[in-house]
Structure formats: structure tokens, C-alpha cells
């Protein structure tokens, strides 16, 4: 089945202690992105990937770090997490680039205490 | 820089009515427009999208949107709603192949109650 996988799916933290928030995709897709969902505001993207060690920065980089060491995979880094880091965060992949159909994961719900 | 307005935070509608979300983008060039749906708990599933030719564009589970380039808008319209459809909608924009395909934009959700 395609999919994207995302864990934890729930994340309980306090305040900088570093943490991983894996996505992996199956479809052999080049494109992966990280959003993070908050009321009000929608989706805002964190960072992209366009291919193995392709990255860039989205709209709201401050406080996270990406790598895409392989293809499938594309793991969301908080070195020192603040709650203001709190929030519902999606992985998401598509064939190139981000206006191709866009797949989404499951989500990641990320508290910091 | 490109952006998306989605007017309306929630809206409740009766299941059998017609149905209408408002979207409003802002991109200099020709845009890649999106709506995505999220049911509760869920992550977003891709309803539409429009890039060029037809402006009225059909979708999954009955919805289409029209591309009005004098108004900058896409909405986003069913004219059946089913109870099924309560959920979250979210309009995107997406730079043409001129600007890169790299980013995509969100609006801020329109929620979606239907009542029986």
C-alpha cells in the first residue's frame, strides 16, 4: 500500500530536550516536505526536500533541522524544542515537486512542556 | 510572494444543500490551485487541483471548483452535500513551472459542519 509513516504519532517533551520525528514513504517519491498545522494559521511549511541532499528552508525553519540521506526517508530534527514548538505536524511527499498531488501522513502531535 | 485567503472559518450547511467555500489567492504568474480535505484525525487528502485549460475543474467525491482569474478566487463547490463531507477544507497555491514547483502555500481552513 502507498503511504506515508510517520512516528511517533504523539510526543510528549520538555524544553530542549532533542527529539526525531521520522517520515518515510514508499512510492519512490523526490519530493518531501514538513508542515506544521496550528489554529488559525493553517499549514505553514518548515522545510522541503527536492531530493537526496536537496533541502531548503519553507516559510518557518527557526528551530528545526532536515537531512535526506535516502530517498524514502526525511526526519524532522528539534535540537532544543520551546513550546512555542507545540503543534501537529505532517509529513508529506509527491512524484517532483510540491505541485504535483501532495501525499499525506497520519501526523505527528508534538507537546513541549 | 504568494498567498492564500480563505474567508470563512466555519460555515454549517444541512445535508442535501448546496455547498460553496471561498478561496482567494494572490501570485504574480499563472498559479497552481489546490483543494485538500482533512476529516478529523486524518491527514490531508487532495480533492482538485487546477494548472491550466478548463477553468472548471471536477474532483473526488462529487466537488469542483472554478478558476476566476479576474477575481483571483477558486471556490470550491458541491451541490449535494452529505454528511460525510463534514471536515476541513483547505485552498493552496503553488508556483508555476516558472517559479520552481518547490512551494506550496496554504490558507488557513474553512471547517465544514453539516447538520442532518
Known amino acids: 500500500e502507498a503511504q506515508v509513516t510517520q512516528n511517533p504519532r504523539y510526543l510528549i517533551t520538555v524544553t530542549g530536550k532533542k527529539l526525531t520525528v521520522t517520515c518515510s514513504q514508499n512510492?519512490?517519491?523526490?519530493?518531501m516536505s514538513w508542515y506544521r498545522q496550528d489554529p488559525g494559521l493553517g499549514l505553514r511549511q518548515i522545510y522541503y526536500?527536492?531530493?537526496?541532499?536537496?533541502?531548503d528552508k519553507g516559510d518557518v525553519p527557526e528551530g528545526y533541522k532536515v537531512s535526506r540521506k535516502e530517498k524514502r526517508n526525511f526526519p524532522l530534527i528539534l535540537e532544543s524544542p520551546s513550546p512555542n514548538q507545540t503543534s501537529l505536524y505532517f509529513c508529506?511527499?509527491?512524484?517532483?515537486?510540491?505541485?504535483?498531488?501532495?501525499?499525506f501522513g497520519p501526523g505527528t502531535r508534538l507537546t513541549v512542556l | 510572494a504568494q498567498s492564500v485567503t480563505q474567508p470563512d472559518i466555519h460555515i454549517t450547511v444541512s445535508e442535501g444543500a448546496s455547498l460553496e467555500l471561498r478561496c482567494n489567492y494572490s501570485?504574480?504568474?499563472?498559479?497552481?490551485l489546490f483543494w485538500y480535505v482533512q476529516s478529523p484525525g486524518q491527514g490531508l487528502q487532495l480533492l482538485l487541483k487546477y494548472f491550466s485549460g478548463d477553468t472548471l475543474v471536477q474532483g473526488i467525491k462529487g466537488f469542483e471548483a472554478e478558476f476566476k482569474r479576474s477575481q483571483s478566487s477558486f471556490n470550491l463547490r458541491k451541490p449535494s452535500v452529505h454528511w460525510s463531507d463534514a471536515a476541513e477544507y483547505f485552498c493552496?497555491?503553488?508556483?508555476?513551472?516558472?517559479?520552481?514547483?518547490?512551494?506550496?502555500?496554504f490558507g488557513t481552513g474553512t471547517q465544514l459542519k453539516v447538520e442532518l
Open positions: 526536500s527536492m531530493n537526496v541532499e536537496v533541502t
Open positions: 512510492m519512490n517519491h523526490e519530493y
Open positions: 493552496a497555491v503553488g508556483a508555476g513551472l516558472t517559479g520552481g514547483g518547490n512551494k506550496l502555500t
Open positions: 501570485y504574480g504568474a499563472t498559479p497552481y
Open positions: 508529506a511527499s509527491s512524484w517532483e515537486r510540491s505541485t504535483d498531488t501532495q501525499y
